[in-house]
């Protein structure tokens, strides 16, 4: 069940380039699955006249609350991440597929690039009261401050890390990383900026590996009725709002 | 308690609310934000006779206050509308309008034969203005000819009301407007998108896949309101605005202008409640304004 | 070191910003916020052979980022410009450029060879795309033969740079330009003010006293931008652009659309000193692009 | 000299329809004459895509405040009256004529109806510091809470109140205040609603009395190129963001 509602932005983290925003609605949240995401309404812009797509972070159905982790970049991000507590903003969610739920005895790595990292944390926690997989984290970023909140990521699973400047972890792009050839592994997860995705579909292919990956396309409606944000697929152009983000890369022509 | 009826020929609205066509899917997408009954009609997605994959991405881009897109009639075929969609729609509570292109006479026609047979499709909207394919109607529809053509065709074939939606890059909207009525058209709906484009300074390359896309939104009311104040003089049959309506104020000031029913867009995916907002809203500006009857309000500008 | 010179027949701007008519005055309301010293050029307010009180008030609507304007040319007339204003404003450091307009192709002419006499004044712009008062010129601007014959016309009497600011209210802007081109234009400026409407929904009355008027600001961009690009494909001679231009960035983007020189109108009441940032963001840009010279924008769009 | 300048809110006071805003800026203030205007930049309006024109209502050159007397009437007001303290907004100022300074020994009532009292304390100082005279207030509102601020009024002059629903002071508009049956005066300066101003302008022409009215034509520009704000006078339309705001009836058509 898709909803509108308002939410109180109750607590704010902030770092360079990113924000941590804990949002909390008055009414009881619906069913939420990891890998779906919200359009949040941005007042204030000029050029913000669309919603904007942000995933979830986490979730808090005790206290109906909802962690967005987002990353500036344009002047909609900016000026949610300038936004005050106490401030309210307006969701229309969950919105999108999700991830698909493993299977118990699966080896799972969810592979998160910059702010791609974002949907992992609360997917992760839905594996483990699931099915109660262990799983474990590959994250990488430009550098050190790209990589926020792992103390959130290590009470879930274990952490690897990459970064281009070396600065945290093993340094190069995540598919360099040493893992890859040391670990076990049968189901991949992964988000994050294009090539990223890309890379590790390659990876995931040449090791012949199950693999989803969280698509970004720009999206205008995020219910399926635009038909903006479309993915060429192997069933042709399919709309990353609704029959996405997530997609298993066979569906994909990269 | 205030009517909010129109009648237009063979259809009947119970207020003049409808969503416009390729913003608000086969209203299943918005079945959990909006109650399908409160709205007068709800026009479906751009239907072709034959599948269309539409154009690449990138379709959209964003503009002050607007959007363009270059989507470019992204549909399945007109059969498999009638097979897949059509049992899942039909027995909504509210009118339920086709939305009808073309990249020609004989493939509007077939189109609109097939659907004239369904028995709970009242009504069609006949697209001759789509800027975003070659040939995709605004071929037809800026000219006088080409929209007397196309319209006088279906017209032959099609039984019931006959919507022609007009595009609003032409000289004269109210001489198209004109066209399409004395081909057989039973109402016209306008506007239809604004040739738009949109430039990334930083790798200067069009941010649309098809450079050009039609714009929609907010920043394009005031064109519209003055397009359906221009035909609305010019023709005896009803019209139906859009544009850029983002509120009940919106609605009535299109009303007002000589609108006798509304169509929501582009608003749809900032607020997707936001069709039976206006619905309500329009009565409370009745009551408001001591207006017994929505049809006072048409075409009831004071000047 | 980037060189923004642009040559254009007979009209050398240092830059590529100028100011738009019945946005900036005589150049003389901005001096408190801009060095006019720093503008390619200024385009003063629209001149008439006789003076004209214009229309009654209201002129004006704000719409979703934008404005309608129903000022109707307003001006004391060609002699008391030439007596009165042109002393103050000849010695300026910029080009000053008379907007002209018309009500019969005689004014035009008349009103043009006066200010042909004047030894500062390089180029005048001709408005035959006014929408706010009838025989406004944008009758001539609608048609290709009355672009041609006002053109041409003025052209016999003129003899320094010629520029035509075109009317966007038409179906195919490319004709009229190619029109105006073979009449003798050195230059087409565009777009002028889409025409639109905006009305009281509580008073049911139209908010301009003319009913309708001309939308400008960031809200039109998209659609000026898009018919920059039809027509500077479809003409050899210059190509000015405008229409919501707001920052350097939209400027950037009208250049590498086709556009020689831009000129930034509605903006100058929402940041009075929005023209000078605009040229020297134009230069900022250059800069961190590596570009040596502004004129490799021109019509650099990678498609 | 005109400006544009960022100005800080550094005070607020708010009432039903109503707020004061101090706002503090880091540049010298120009020369600012009583009557004159300010345009306000508002953010965050999908219909404020202009300035808004806010006539002064006080000046502290020694702590370059100038303070805002505003109404809630539509979107661009209500967002400015709910800024808080901290919050920078952007001025183009000083603009308009203001009023004529008037003669040492002049009898001045100053005729204010709802937030057009706004500008008439200002000048009031003016009048004080340029000429010493003694000035009456005469203010008038539907209600009590439409007059505000009435101590500020009080320090600089006499100040004589009608409501309309008697509330405060005499009962009625300021038009049928005793005073004009008692008091001397030779100079009268109003401002407020084009009904209240067009009974003052009345009732100045009857008496034979001198008067200046400032009007609140809608705006765009501000600083007469748009041409938008005309009113028709004696000289023909003239911009009232230029040639006025303050009009001396002898020059207006009423």
């Given at each position: 069940?898709?909803?509108?509602?308002?939410?109180?932005?109750?607590?704010?983290?902030?770092?360079?380039?990113?924000?941590?925003?804990?949002?909390?609605?008055?009414?009881?949240?619906?069913?939420?699955?990891?890998?779906?995401?919200?359009?949040?309404?941005?007042?204030?812009?000029?050029?913000?006249?669309?919603?904007?797509?942000?995933?979830?972070?986490?979730?808090?159905?005790?206290?109906?609350?909802?962690?967005?982790?987002?990353?500036?970049?344009?002047?909609?991000?900016?000026?949610?991440?300038?936004?005050?507590?106490?401030?309210?903003?307006?969701?229309?969610?969950?919105?999108?597929?999700?991830?698909?739920?493993?299977?118990?005895?699966?080896?799972?790595?969810?592979?998160?690039?910059?702010?791609?990292?974002?949907?992992?944390?609360?997917?992760?926690?839905?594996?483990?009261?699931?099915?109660?997989?262990?799983?474990?984290?590959?994250?990488?970023?430009?550098?050190?401050?790209?990589?926020?909140?792992?103390?959130?990521?290590?009470?879930?699973?274990?952490?690897?890390?990459?970064?281009?400047?070396?600065?945290?972890?093993?340094?190069?792009?995540?598919?360099?990383?040493?893992?890859?050839?040391?670990?076990?592994?049968?189901?991949?997860?992964?988000?994050?900026?294009?090539?990223?995705?890309?890379?590790?579909?390659?990876?995931?292919?040449?090791?012949?590996?199950?693999?989803?990956?969280?698509?970004?396309?720009?999206?205008?409606?995020?219910?399926?009725?635009?038909?903006?944000?479309?993915?060429?697929?192997?069933?042709?152009?399919?709309?990353?709002?609704?029959?996405?983000?997530?997609?298993?890369?066979?569906?994909?022509?990269? | 308690?205030?009517?909010?009826?129109?009648?237009?020929?063979?259809?009947?609205?119970?207020?003049?609310?409808?969503?416009?066509?390729?913003?608000?899917?086969?209203?299943?997408?918005?079945?959990?934000?909006?109650?399908?009954?409160?709205?007068?009609?709800?026009?479906?997605?751009?239907?072709?006779?034959?599948?269309?994959?539409?154009?690449?991405?990138?379709?959209?881009?964003?503009?002050?206050?607007?959007?363009?897109?270059?989507?470019?009639?992204?549909?399945?075929?007109?059969?498999?509308?009638?097979?897949?969609?059509?049992?899942?729609?039909?027995?909504?509570?509210?009118?339920?309008?086709?939305?009808?292109?073309?990249?020609?006479?004989?493939?509007?026609?077939?189109?609109?034969?097939?659907?004239?047979?369904?028995?709970?499709?009242?009504?069609?909207?006949?697209?001759?203005?789509?800027?975003?394919?070659?040939?995709?109607?605004?071929?037809?529809?800026?000219?006088?000819?080409?929209?007397?053509?196309?319209?006088?065709?279906?017209?032959?074939?099609?039984?019931?009301?006959?919507?022609?939606?007009?595009?609003?890059?032409?000289?004269?909207?109210?001489?198209?407007?004109?066209?399409?009525?004395?081909?057989?058209?039973?109402?016209?709906?306008?506007?239809?998108?604004?040739?738009?484009?949109?430039?990334?300074?930083?790798?200067?390359?069009?941010?649309?896949?098809?450079?050009?896309?039609?714009?929609?939104?907010?920043?394009?009311?005031?064109?519209a309101l003055r397009m359906v104040w221009q035909v609305a003089k010019a023709v005896k049959i009803p019209v139906i605005g859009l544009g850029g309506i983002s509120s009940a104020?919106?609605?009535?000031?299109?009303?007002?202008?000589?609108?006798?029913?509304?169509?929501?867009?582009?608003?749809?995916?900032?607020?997707?409640?936001?069709?039976?907002?206006?619905?309500?809203?329009?009565?409370?500006?009745?009551?408001?304004?001591?207006?017994?009857?929505?049809?006072?309000?048409?075409?009831?500008?004071?000047?």
């Open positions: 069940m898709k909803k509108i509602s308002d939410f109180k932005i109750i607590e704010k983290q902030t770092w360079l380039r990113a924000a941590l925003l804990r949002l909390q609605c008055e009414e009881r949240l619906p069913e939420i699955r990891g890998g779906q995401f919200v359009q949040v309404r941005i007042d204030g812009g000029q050029h913000t006249y669309l919603r904007r797509p942000i995933s979830i972070h986490d979730v808090d159905f005790q206290n109906n609350t909802i962690d967005l982790l987002i990353q500036q970049k344009h002047e909609g991000t900016k000026i949610l991440c300038s936004l005050p507590v106490g401030a309210m903003v307006n969701l229309v969610f969950p919105l999108g597929n999700g991830f698909t739920m493993p299977e118990q005895n699966d080896e799972i790595l969810l592979v998160g690039g910059g702010i791609g990292i974002a949907p992992l944390l609360y997917f992760a926690k839905t594996i483990k009261s699931n099915c109660g997989n262990k799983v474990s984290f590959l994250l990488g970023g430009r550098s050190a401050d790209d990589l926020m909140l792992l103390e959130r990521f290590r009470e879930v699973g274990d952490v690897f890390l990459t970064t281009n400047d070396g600065s945290l972890g093993e340094q190069g792009f995540v598919t360099q990383h040493s893992l890859w050839n040391t670990k076990k592994i049968n189901k991949i997860y992964a988000c994050g900026p294009m090539p990223m995705m890309k890379a590790v579909t390659k990876v995931a292919k040449d090791k012949d590996i199950w693999c989803e990956v969280s698509l970004e396309n720009q999206m205008a409606c995020g219910i399926g009725a635009c038909l903006c944000c479309v993915e060429n697929t192997t069933e042709g152009n399919l709309c990353v709002c609704k029959e996405g983000p997530v997609f298993n890369i066979n569906r994909l022509l990269w | 308690m205030v009517n909010t009826e129109i009648k237009l020929k063979g259809l009947t609205l119970k207020n003049p609310v409808m969503t416009a066509s390729g913003t608000f899917g086969y209203g299943e997408e918005y079945a959990d934000f909006v109650n399908l009954a409160e709205l007068g009609g709800i026009v479906v997605k751009g239907t072709t006779l034959h599948h269309r994959e539409g154009n690449p991405y990138p379709r959209m881009a964003e503009t002050p206050m607007g959007m363009l897109n270059c989507v470019g009639l992204q549909n399945k075929g007109v059969d498999y509308f009638i097979e897949t969609i059509y049992p899942r729609i039909k027995d909504f509570d509210t009118n339920v309008i086709v939305n009808v292109s073309g990249s020609n006479i004989d493939d509007y026609v077939a189109a609109a034969t097939k659907i004239d047979a369904l028995e709970n499709i009242p009504a069609i909207e006949l697209n001759v203005s789509c800027p975003n394919v070659k040939q995709g109607g605004m071929a037809f529809g800026v000219t006088c000819s080409g929209i007397e053509q196309v319209v006088r065709a279906v017209r032959d074939a099609y039984h019931k009301h006959l919507i022609v939606k007009l595009s609003p890059n032409v000289t004269n909207i109210a001489d198209i407007a004109m066209a399409a009525e004395s081909a057989g058209a039973d109402s016209v709906s306008l506007i239809n998108t604004l040739l738009g484009m949109a430039i990334d300074a930083e790798t200067r390359r069009p941010v649309l896949s098809m450079v050009t896309g039609g714009l929609s939104g907010a920043c394009v009311k005031p064109v104020t919106d609605a009535i000031e299109f009303l007002l202008a000589g609108a006798s029913a509304i169509e929501i867009g582009t608003a749809n995916f900032i607020d997707p409640a936001i069709s039976a907002k206006v619905a309500r809203g329009i009565v409370e500006y009745c009551e408001r304004q001591g207006v017994k009857d929505v049809n006072e309000l048409v075409g009831g500008l004071r000047l």
